[in-house]
């Protein structure tokens, strides 16, 4: 009789046992849940904030409010930051008036770059320029030589101004205590002349330029040594860059990923869309706004 009351205890207390793990269990998936929820909420408050003042929120920055805060905002140098478009009048110019050729010439210098990178040869981004703008005008028929195509590219390259966007913006991300660094294809020097005749240079905690390592973007090594140096995990890190091709190296590497979309510019569609896209750095601005990100008022 005493071992079956003992083994009515066992049973009952197994019984106990169970029913409170299935209680945790359901209190547990009832947190995630309401966790999950609560995102959402806040998530579209956010939007309905950012609509309220007049922003349009598109469909691809709906899981925007989900992102922790970057510590560190890399920034690409030319179309993202810096307007090309003295830089397609000498180059359009220099192929005899043909400015709609700048697309090609870029794409073709890109091609290039990446030719080299896998390859493990090494041309700075001047050299790689100048001989894909000879090759775009042997295509067409047109002559011209080294040094005369050489010029066309580094002399207006150099002094391109800053979209109307950007100082605003930078001084904005400056005093809400973001740091603040950029990362080229360009050498060192050069990207040290485009931002003191561009009036960017007091924005920028460094500069990094590939020629460190001598491997294009979007090598992933190229990321990697800016967030070896920072010091940083790279979902505290985002990329911001008017290219695609940027930004799938820089996703790929684990950073958080901003495209502004400047004038001709999309996204490449094989690859996961970034973050945030916005149509300008304005609009980035205004929606870390919204998410809190400035600790004080500028």
Known sequence: MSISIKNNRATAKVITNREEIIRSKFYLKALITLTFLMAILSNLNAQEALQDKGIKVPLENENIQLLPKPRVIIFDVNETLLDMIPLKKSVGKALNGREDL?????????????VETVTGNYHDFGEIGTAALMMVAETQGIDINYEDAKESIVTPLRSLPAHDDVVLSLKKLRKGGFGIVSLTNSSAKGVETQFKNAGLTNFFDHRYSIETIKKYKPHLDTYKMVLKDLGVNPSEVLMVAAHAWDLAGAKKAGLQTAFIKRPGKVLYPNVEKPDYIVNNLTELIKIF???GYFKIDY
């Open 102 to 114: 700048l697309p090609l010439w870029f794409s073709t210098m890109l091609h290039y770059s990446l």
């Open 289 to 291: 706004e919204e998410k």
